[in-house]
C-alpha cells in the first residue's frame, strides 16, 4: 500500500517529530488522513483536496512542514490558515530521498526509479534473484558501480565486447599451498568442432596450446629442444642458411667413431652389418675360408661341403609354389606368404601319418599317448576331439592311445605327423604314410685353409617356435674325446658351446630363450682363450685347449644328431681367432 506523509521538520528531508500521513483506503480507494498519535477520522476524495480543521496540526514556533509527495505533483493550499503560503511547503521528489528503516518492505514484484519520463526497473526474478532492466522492461538496463564483488560459484557474460582495464587476469584464484595436478587456461569455443585450448599444465610445468585433450607444448625464448620435438620442417623456412658447406667443419663429429657419427642409412647406403647379412660381403678385414651363405642357387663357397638326405623333400620356392628337391639336394626354402627368404632348412626325419596327402579324405589313424602335430595348407581338420588344425593354427596334441578320426573340409597337403613341431609336407597317397630321411650336411677341413690352432665361427640359424629336443647348430668332430659343439639346449634354456680337447670338457653357455627368433652368434677360439658372442647378451669367455679336429657338421652335431629343425641362414670360418671387436662387427 503506498502513502504520504507530511511531516515536521525544519529542512525538506530531514525528520523532527510529528506526522500526518496520507494513504489509500484499502476497500474505497479514499484517500485517508492519519495523525502521529493514531486518530483518523477524515477522508479525502480524488486527487484535490483540503485539511480539516479537525486533523490539522500547526506548526510549532512557525516551524513548516514537509510534505514529501511524487514529482510534477500539483498540492492545492492547505485550508485553516495556519499554513496561508504555497511556498511554504517543500516538495521533494521520491528519486532525490528515502529515509530508511520506515517500513517493511513491499509485496510487490517490481520496483520502478523513474524521473516522470523513464528510468530504470528494479524486478524480482525467482527466489533470490534480482534483474535490473530497462523503463519498458524490454530490455536490460546498465549497471554502474565502483566495485564488484560475485557471490557463488557461476558468473555467465553474455556481452560480445568485453574491455578489462586490468593488465593481468588471475585465475585459480582460490588456490594455496600445492597447485593442483591439473590445467589452467582459456578455451575458445568452436561450436561443432571440438574446443581449442591455451593452457598452464602442471603436469609438467609447460605452456600447452592446441586442441582440447591434444595440446602440445610451445617454444618459449630460452628452451632448449631435440630435433624430435620438431617435425615437417622444410629447408627452405629457415632463416641464415648457409650457402657454402665446409666438410671439415663436421668431419670430428660426423666421422666413424665421432661423437655424432653418420649411420649409412643416413645417407642412404647399406652398412657393413646390412652388406655381410643380404650379400655376404665380409664386414673385417679378413676373408672367410668357408662361407656357406644359401640363396637362390645354393651355397656360396661351399667348397667340400657333403649333403646327404636318403629320400626326396618338400620345399616352398620364391614364388611360394611348392616344390620337390631331389636326393642329397640342397634346397632354399621362402615364406609362402612374405616370399622371405629363409634359407637352408635342416630336418630330422620324419612320417606323414596321414595317407591321402594329394587326394583328400577322411581317415581313422591309430595314435599312441605322444605329442602329435596336425597342419594343412588351406581348409581345416577336425583331429577327433582334440581340436582343429588350420593353416594359421596347426594343432599339437597329446591323445589317449587309441583311434582317432581326422575329418577333412576343404583341406590340401594335410599332415599328421609326431612331435610338437611342423616339418616341410611329405605327400602321401591311396591311405599309405611316407617317411622323409634326415638332411645331414658336412665338410673334411682338410679341403679348406682350416687351422687346428685357432679361428672364428659365425652362423646365423631361425630356431623352431616350438622345441621338445636339443637343436645342434654345427660341430667340429674327430671323436668323442675331441671335438666344439655348438647346439640350443632347450631345457636350460641356453645356447651352449661345448669343447672337449684330450677328453677334458669345458662349457660356454649364453642363457636365453630364443625358439622362434633368428640367432646370430660368432665363436673365436685359440689355445686357453675362447670367447663366444650372441646378439642381444654379453661376451662369454672360456680358457680350454682347442681339440685337433677332422670333420664341419653344419645344422646339426656328429653323424646328423641333434638336427637344427630350422633354417640355416648363414655359416662362416675365419682362419684365425677374430677379436672381440671383429666379433661384434659379424654379429651386428
Partial sequence: MGFITLRKGTTPGTPDTGYVRFYPDPTTGELRIKREDGQESVYLDGGSFSLDNSVLVASNAG???ALTLPEGTVLGRLAGGNISALDQVALQSVVGTHNQNTDTGTDQGRFHITDGTDGPLLKRDGADALSVRGNADADWADLIVRNLTVKGTTTTIDSETVAIAD???TLNSDVTGTPPATVAGIEVERGDETNARLVFDEGDDTWKAGIAGAE????????GHVGGDIADLPWTKLTGIPTEFSPAAHVASHKTGGTDALAAADVGAYSAVDLWRKAGISPVDLLPVFHAKPDSVGLLSATGLTTVRASTRTYIDAAGAIKTAGA???PVSFDPVTGKRLGWGVWASGTNLYGYGEAPQDQTLTLTATPYTVSCAAGSVVCGSYGTATPASPLTFTPSAGNCLFTLSAASR????????????IPTSGGVSA??????????VADIAYNQAEGTLYFAVSLPTAVANNLGVFELYTDADNFIRAYYAYAIPSLRVLSKAA???TYIDVGGDYVGQTVRFALSFTSGAYSLEVDGAETVTATPNVPVVTTLYLGCNVGGSNPLRGYLEHAAYYARALSSDDLKRLIG
Avoid: C, K, M, W
Wanted: aromatic share 4%.
Fill in 63 to 65: 516551524s513548516p512542514f
Fill in 167 to 169: 593488465n593481468i587476469l
Fill in 216 to 223: 602440445t607444448r610451445l617454444s618459449l625464448a630460452g628452451h
Fill in 328 to 330: 642329397d639336394e640342397i
Fill in 414 to 425: 594335410v599332415q599328421v605327423e609326431a612331435g610338437v613341431a611342423v616339418t616341410p609336407y
Fill in 435 to 444: 617317411t622323409r630321411q634326415a638332411d645331414v650336411a658336412s665338410l673334411n
Fill in 503 to 505: 677328453g677334458v670338457s
